[in-house]
């Protein structure tokens, strides 16, 4: 049966008109939006295949700590030589900053909240996050300490490994730069910074060895990555504000704090003015640097390290027929300054996995002082064995300057392993006390003469990072 539109009343052809319109549109928007949802489907799902290996959640989480703790393994055959340094620099050190200083980043996050400044989540959500990483810390840091029972290096305790105040202090680091790294990226560098100091603290007031700092920094990060981790799983969610959050890509302003161990190998021979068939060796640089991001290429940054270069010994052994076999040497401590440098810091994304970063700082470096020793041993086991004084010097205060070139592969939106290369400059004023009568090794009060000289300490350092974008 055919129907005939003409019989239809104008208002009423209006509406049907109307309602197949509306019927149109509304059954379009529907196609529309099932091909929207099944396209992000599709999307999310390409994205999952996609993920590489280092954006699975797994490596996300363990990564980090997964490197500081081959840090502290690597380090623990040589924990007592750095240790060395640190007397030979500041033996009295006892300033216990870091008592509070491990809490400073909590603090700032209730602080920031009660203040006004949204972040992550809301207070309760963030307290619950707070409660579960540290009882993880705590469990695992117990559970370590009271097992290995490693002596701390001052003799106190048996509890050194790891330090309970470098896991709190990188535990509240990380629980800061969770809750409003993503809102500014100076939060996490403050953070972080903080946390640091907290565990050099800790090896200048003698409290632990250096592979228990690092140990303690993987676990702190680690205890907060599984936190929020399984707090995340509870509530189904990422965060109580998703909507506030802004995930910028950190590489838009490539703030960043890393950590750095490097050779260094000087210009030239640092004590060929001392004439003693010496000579200075391949050493060893380790710091921490960083840079806050003003646009996507430049920001302004910072080098905090330390540098040592070993001294050859200059052996020789001979034969005396009422002594016997007897082994002389010339036993030097190794030349070594702390730097710290401020400057532009450019950066250039060659791609999105690889990233070119260019540098120059002026500072200050301060070095340390060292002896010169004869030593005479008797390979004979006789009573003729002693060590005598030659010589002191010390490197004064002085104007350094940098300049390096790193590139860095990105491992994923956040973490990346840079490769570097730095050349410094300095030519610091050497003092040296010499002891003019030190063949007697039993002598009157003796005179002893100084002398000045400026000593070209120039030298060049390449290594490898551990780099975290903001």
Known sequence: MRTNFTHVPPISAVILIYLLLIYTDVTAQIRLQNNLSFQQEDSLALEKVKKSFFEKDAVRIGLPPAVFFAASAATWSSREKIREVRNRYIPSFAHHYD??????????????????????????????????SAAIMAIIVNSVKYTAKVERP???????????????????????????????????????????????????????????????????????????????????NAGDRPGDIRFDNPLNKPSYLSLKLGFASATHNLVENLDLEIRSKTGFEAGLDGAYYFTKNWGLGGDFSFVSFPIST???????????????????????????????????????????????????????????????EDDDDNFLNDEIDLLTYKPARTFKMNGGLAF???????????????????????????????????????????????????????????????
Do not use: C
């Open 154 to 236: 001052d003799g106190s305790r048996a509890n050194s490994f790891p330090s309970g105040h470098t896991s709190n202090a990188f535990m509240n680091a990380t629980f800061m730069h969770k809750e409003f790294g993503h809102i500014n990226p100076m939060y996490s560098i403050a953070g972080y910074s903080m946390s640091t100091f907290t565990g050099v603290g800790r090896g200048l007031n003698n409290r632990h060895w250096i592979s228990d700092v690092l140990a303690g920094a993987g676990i702190g990060i680690l205890s907060t990555q599984l936190g929020y981790f399984f707090v995340n799983k509870f509530y189904k």
């Open 408 to 470: 860095t592969r990105m491992l994923n939106s956040e973490l990346g392993i840079t490769v570097y290369a730095d050349y410094h400059y300095l030519k610091p004023v050497f003092t040296y006390t010499i002891a003019e009568d030190f063949e007697d090794p039993d002598p009157e009060p003796s005179a002893v003469q100084t002398f000045k000289e400026k000593n070209n300490m120039n030298y060049i350092t390449a290594g490898l990072k551990l780099t975290a974008f903001f």
């Open 314 to 376: 200059n052996e020789t052994t001979f034969s005396d027929p009422d002594l016997g076999s007897s082994t002389s040497s010339i036993v030097t401590q190794s030349l070594g300054a702390l730097n710290f440098t401020i400057g532009p810091h450019y950066t250039y994304e060659i791609n999105h996995n690889w990233l070119l970063q260019v540098k120059f700082g002026a500072g200050i470096a301060t070095g340390a002082t060292g002896k010169i020793s004869f030593k005479y």
């Open 99 to 132: 008592d509070y200083m491990q809490y400073m980043p909590a603090v700032s996050v209730y602080a920031l909240n009660l203040s006004g400044i949204k972040g992550r989540n809301k207070l309760g959500r963030t307290t619950i996050s707070y409660a579960t």
